[in-house]
């Protein structure tokens, strides 16, 4: 018998379990530090009357996403530098792993970036653990906010959007301003004028017209001279994002909830006889409408596609559009136009939005800095000049909406300034606030996908509901 | 001197130790937070023991994964090595177009695999797509490839089979070229066919090599998360949400970090104990080999 073996064997074992023991005991620290809050805020330490140059000299590090709002706010930092003496630093990434960068850097605890780009349904994730500190403080501070921010310009809709008690189910507005609004997007239809001209046809008025129209499209747009043309561009990909803009904004307008909360508890409502009945009759439309390989369409496919003139319609980010029918960007510049879209057989116009917002590190330890950028990067000035002169539209305050210049830039587009006025009043985050938001709707995006696929649709929502019933309730 | 005797293996196998507690301390530390629930709504979590593998394995959920993840692997692994022997052997009969066709074989090998995948998800698109394009001759224009659960799952599989089939090619040819050629002169002189050949003398001295690339690719496709990502994202529905997919989705989607880590400790075991049996079986192959020489 080798003893040498059984020395070598034990006392690898020994080392292993001695290096490991430590470090394993270290664990029990190891799931991050204690982030319940102190009572105060960093806000409460900057006294005296406000001054741009308080902060001179520092440096903010921030995380952005790939996209237009982005370029512009890039286009406009020496106006920061310039006024604050604050320089920032930045990374950019491609919204395919925008989150998951933002996630895992926040989760690891450490102070990477002082501010970062978020969605609101972000604020719900990542507001439970501590991550995000709560604005509301330095608003209410006068020595840290600049008289000219102006927070009653904001729309209202949107700055309660971004306000949450940290509660599940708790109604947005009520509790910490968890990060601010700057660029946002309603979801309506975008349609090509020209198609729709040569098939005799008109926006859709009521979801039965809108299910009729895709399918009139598709059948008869081919045969019109538009090769390949499909009726409507929905998105359909496995993802939370497929369930956001037009099917939300559809199911709204439909009088239909995701949740429903009683007791303090949250009860999936996508399993009621009228939600499965007009899930059904999405999925419908999509089959008889809709584009092909639909199970992996994201927003870039879909906005393409009516770029492209694939598709007739698109129900989605007014931006989504947008970017296609400005002059030049695609061959159905010019031919584009926007409609508020169906209405909900009350009348109802309830529309889901997407917020780009701007949040702070709870862990900065660069908080007043860091104040100063969102107070710019959110203000008049800043979203003005971003508005007019690049292409962060839709903006999140009401002075620009009205501004001449935005509306006279904006005004080419048949439709659009229209079609943002009728839905602004009734545009809302549409979903329950909870903390699972992003299970709840990648799961009911993987359902809608299913049912697309000829499953039944009572059972495959029925089934939805009781696995997110385990998960929320 | 006889103490530096003794103590040599042991300084010669610190660095290997580090190296190993690299990777030791992740995965403990990984084991060790499956016995929380810790997630991002609970940062401070209490020991739940052993209940995370418990409700791991009591969702329909993980058989769900479980059942696409064998099916993919096995799928990929089996397709790959079939064609990989087959390339080989039109290969080793050395000709210029072999030589050529040896060379470009290599090109998928050279693609990642998420790149690889982003680009058939093109070619696959149903309408501006050119497999459509080049199917359209025969009515076959309007396949729609990844919109439902067998083509989406079948689609992954081919799209692994176009990046790694060379990766087993390539093997197999090394295996070829390596056996002895005395016994296929033998067979020549006795007046044997090609598939008596095959069948008797290639595939058996050939089998050790075949079994290092089934290894490979077996275990690779238990693993695997980029290609069907980044053509499906795991659907439609939940039809190819393999293991690896859901524990991205449990870990980093929805940040129940303890409840996804517990998804890849038992993916660990699955390969492992996989990896354990095949290579036990790839041993007893070379033993019986080496005893026939």
């Not at chain 1, 840290?144 to 921010?149: D, L």
């Not at chain 1, 975008?190 to 009521?206: D, I, M, R, W």
């Not at chain 1, 996508?270 to 639909?294: C, H, L, R, Y």
Request: aromatic share 12%; proline share 5%; hydrophobic share 45%.
């Amino acid at each position: 018998m080798d003893t040498h073996v059984h020395d070598r064997r034990r006392f690898l074992a020994l080392t292993a379990g001695a290096a490991a023991t430590p470090l394993l005991a270290a664990c029990g620290a190891g799931f991050g530090s204690d982030d319940k809050k102190s009572d105060g805020s960093a806000a409460d330490d900057v006294t005296g009357s406000f001054d741009w140059k308080r902060e001179k000299g520092r440096t903010v590090k921030a995380l952005l996403n790939k996209h237009p709002y982005t370029d512009a706010l890039i286009a406009d930092l020496k106006s920061f530098t310039a006024k604050t003496g604050i320089k920032v630093e930045y990374d950019v990434f491609p919204e395919d792993n925008y989150f998951d960068k933002l996630t895992v850097d926040l989760s690891s605890g450490r102070a990477s970036y002082d501010v970062f780009m978020l969605g609101a349904y972000m604020v719900w994730q990542y507001g439970p653990p501590g991550w995000l500190e709560d604005l509301g403080p330095w608003m209410r501070n006068s020595s840290a906010t600049g008289a000219e921010w102006d927070q009653a310009d904001f729309f209202p809709n949107l700055l309660q959007a971004d306000q949450w008690s940290l509660k599940a189910g708790a109604p947005l507005g009520q509790g910490g301003q968890y990060a601010l609004p700057w660029g946002w997007e309603t979801n309506v239809v975008a349609y090509n004028t020209e198609v729709f001209g040569k098939l005799g046809l008109k926006p859709a008025e009521t979801f039965d017209e809108l299910r009729e129209i895709a399918g009139v499209i598709k059948r008869k747009a081919p045969a019109a001279g538009y090769d390949g043309m499909y009726g409507i561009a929905v998105r359909g990909s496995r993802s939370w994002a497929t369930i956001h803009p037009g099917f939300m904004t559809m199911y709204a307008r439909n009088g239909l909830h995701d949740f429903t909360v009683h007791g303090g508890k949250l009860r999936p409502a996508m399993n009621t006889p009228e939600a499965i009945a007009f899930t059904q009759d999405w999925a419908g439309m999509v089959k008889q409408g809709g584009p092909p390989s639909w199970t992996s369409y994201t927003w870039y496919q879909c906005s393409s596609d009516l770029g492209a003139k694939k598709a007739g319609m698109l129900f989605d980010a007014d931006t989504a559009a947008y970017f296609q029918a400005v002059a030049g960007a695609s061959p159905a510049s010019g031919k584009i136009a926007f409609h508020p879209g169906p209405k909900g057989p009350d009348g109802s116009l309830a529309t889901n939005m997407w917020i780009w917002s701007l949040g702070m590190n709870a862990k900065s330890r660069k908080k007043s800095a860091s104040w100063l950028f969102l107070q710019w990067a959110t203000g008049k000035e800043h979203l003005r000049k971003a508005a007019v002169t690049n292409n962060h539209i839709d903006p999140v305050r009401k002075s620009i909406s009205q501004d001449a210049a935005y509306k006279d830039k904006m005004k080419h587009l048949p439709g659009f300034i229209e079609t943002f006025e009728t839905v602004v009043d009734q545009t809302k985050i549409q979903f329950t606030p909870q903390a699972q938001f992003f299970d709840a709707t990648t799961s009911w995006a993987a359902a809608l996908q299913e049912i697309y696929g000829g499953q039944n649709a009572r059972s495959v929502l029925n089934g939805l509901a009781g696995d997110l019933a385990a998960k929320v309730g | 001197m006889g103490w530096r005797l003794t103590l040599r293996p042991y300084i010669l196998i610190v660095p290997a130790l580090l190296l190993t507690c690299g990777i030791l301390y992740p995965f403990g530390l990984g084991l060790y937070y499956t016995l929380f629930d810790f997630s991002a709504s609970k940062p401070q979590p209490d020991m739940v023991r052993f209940e995370n593998y418990r409700t791991v394995f009591t969702q329909d959920a993980f058989w769900n994964s479980a059942w696409v993840t064998v099916l993919y692997a096995v799928g990929a692994a089996v397709v790959e090595t079939v064609l990989g022997v087959a390339v080989a052997l039109l290969l080793h009969r050395s000709s210029f177009v072999g030589r050529v066709l040896e060379k470009i074989l290599i090109l998928p090998l050279m693609i990642a695999p998420v790149i690889a995948a982003i680009m058939w998800k093109l070619m696959l698109q149903p309408s501006v797509g050119v497999v459509n394009h080049l199917l359209k001759p025969f009515g076959l224009g309007g396949v729609q490839w990844t919109d439902t659960p067998a083509g989406a799952l079948l689609s992954s599989i081919a799209v692994d089979v176009w990046v790694y089939t060379p990766f087993v090619a390539i093997l197999a040819l090394a295996g070829l070229r390596s056996l002895p050629t005395s016994p296929f002169e033998a067979a020549a002189v006795d007046g044997a066919g090609w598939w008596y050949t095959f069948r008797r003398l290639t595939l058996p001295m050939l089998w050790p090599y075949v079994l290092v690339a089934v290894i490979f690719r077996f275990m690779d496709s238990l693993k695997v998360f980029d290609i069907i990502y980044a053509l499906t994202e795991g659907g439609p529905g939940d039809s190819t949400v393999v293991l690896q997919i859901r524990a991205y989705l449990e870990a980093i989607r929805f940040q129940r970090y303890s409840f996804g880590i517990s998804y890849t400790i038992v993916l660990w075991a699955v390969v492992y104990l996989a990896a354990m049996v095949l290579v036990r079986h790839l041993g007893k192959i070379q033993r019986k080999a080496a005893e026939a020489k």
